[in-house]
């Protein structure tokens, strides 16, 4: 069997059969998933995938983990509380006079 060049084979795969060049292969009996693109080696550099960092807010609309103390969070959360209590304390006349 031969693993080809710039191939990727994934952790605890079995390798039965030969992987071709440049493809990401992985299972138990290891299966060719895809090949490695133009774009994944423009990603990769010195083997370490550089990822854009999320930021909170992005990471709270993808509905991921978010750290609930980032600075503009706590702002947006305190003008909704604000507006909610004033909204709250406007009685229906005054509502109607404005």
Excluded: H
């Amino acid at each position: 069997m031969t693993i080809g060049n710039n191939a990727v084979i994934g952790a605890g795969s079995v390798v039965n059969r030969d992987v071709p060049d440049g493809v990401v292969a992985a299972g138990n009996p290891c299966e060719v998933i895809r090949r490695i693109t133009d774009e994944d080696r423009e990603n990769t550099k010195f083997g370490i995938v550089r990822r854009r960092i999320m930021t909170e807010r992005e990471k709270m609309l993808n509905g991921e983990w978010y750290d609930t103390s980032d600075p503009w969070l706590v702002s947006q959360r305190n003008i909704a509380r604000d507006v909610s209590e004033q909204y709250n304390r406007t009685s229906e006349n005054d509502a109607n006079n404005i």
